[in-house]
């Protein structure tokens, strides 16, 4: 995405297909490579959409019934990369939860092998010779937190059984603070439901805990290049799943200013980690790779229906309790009623 400048390649969006509903549109300004000024119009779209179920409950002494629906605001673009086409979503749900999605789609990219013969590394596609190899799709989403204000800290929090455990079924949520961003370079751990979380030690909650998002690590891959290969020393970002850094206003972009040619050297979250900086309490950014090991199948062939990837942003103890409480009755039930019913009166 950093070689191809994927922002110049957004398309311009088209009602109805690529956005139902009630849209507002956002054009893109570009230059091109010689500095001229060029507008990409509806490059981004703005719209809701309905999201199923917010909460719900069925008191069965009252024989009441309370349900609210949730809605999402849905922000996004779609860049087509020479085969394949990647569509970027932000999903602001109405409980504070993010959700960020690349939706991944178009044709992939082929190669020969011998007619009758199957490569082990990718999915033969027909008898006649063509097969797709596996390959990976490697993101990096750079946060500039600023919860509840601008000093931040990071915790991850593991799951760990206790020593006494007479009845082998208890289990706790243990917070460890990543203090440098050396310590706060990780990977994800499935086996230990590890999620990391952004916190205000200022701010605090009902019960006198500092107010917190949860980066929910869902799709934390990594690289399968080795090391040693020319890939993962330029593309360091995609060794780890989390990384932190004091802000500082050069430090855009996972892979360096100038991610093409680069042989990782002098650039990149790797080199400004180096530097240890202190992440507690300060103004940090949090980075997060995640991405697609894409095993390629028949399916994905001649056209890939959309596989989506991302991760979840969701509050922790930054209300004090469900923020949508006050969320108006739907009055499109069945019957043109509630779905707020036998408590009417
Ligand atoms: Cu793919």
Redesign the pocket.
């Known amino acids: 995405s950093g070689e191809y400048n994927i922002g110049n390649m957004a398309n311009s969006l088209t009602l109805g297909c690529d956005c139902l509903g009630e849209i507002r549109y956002f054009d893109g300004h570009s230059v091109d490579s010689l500095g001229n000024p060029w507008t990409i119009e509806n490059a981004i779209c703005m719209h809701e959409e309905d999201d199923s179920i917010l909460w719900k409950h069925f008191d069965f002494r009252e024989a009441t019934t309370e349900t609210r629906r949730s809605r999402k605001l849905v922000i996004s673009f779609i860049a087509t990369v020479a085969n394949?086409e990647y569509a970027f979503y932000w999903h602001l749900f109405l409980d504070g939860s993010i959700e960020f999605l690349v939706k991944?789609t178009g044709i992939?990219s082929t190669a020969g092998q011998k007619p009758g013969e199957k490569s082990p590394y990718g999915q033969s596609l027909n008898n006649d010779g063509l097969y797709a190899p596996i390959?990976q799709?490697m993101f990096n989403v750079r946060m500039d937190f600023e919860l509840d204000g601008v000093k931040n800290a990071v915790y991850e929090v593991d799951m760990e059984i206790p020593r006494e455990n007479p009845t082998h079924t208890a289990f706790m949520a243990v917070d460890r603070l990543l203090e440098t961003e050396k310590a706060a370079i990780r990977k994800t751990d499935s086996g230990k439901h590890r999620f990391w979380k952004i916190v205000n030690h200022e701010s605090r909650n009902i019960v006198d805990e500092p107010v917190a998002y949860r980066l929910i690590p869902t799709d934390g891959i990594q690289l399968a290049a080795g090391d040693e290969s020319y890939v993962s020393k330029r593309a360091q970002f995609a060794r780890n799943n989390l990384w932190v850094t004091a802000y500082d206003r050069t430090e855009r972009f996972a892979a360096g200013e100038f991610p093409n040619q680069s042989t990782g050297a002098d650039d990149g979250l790797h080199i400004w980690t180096e530097k240890d900086r202190n992440i507690v309490d300060e103004d940090l950014v949090v980075w997060y790779t995640f991405g697609?090991h894409?095993v390629?199948r028949l399916e994905d062939w001649p056209v890939?229906p959309r596989q989506n990837i991302g991760f979840m942003l969701e509050p922790h103890g930054f209300f004090n309790q469900n923020p949508t409480l006050n969320l108006p009755t739907e009055t499109r039930g069945a019957n043109g009623g509630h779905c707020s019913t036998g408590n009417e009166q």
């Open positions: 394949y991944a992939l390959h799709h697609m894409h390629v890939m």
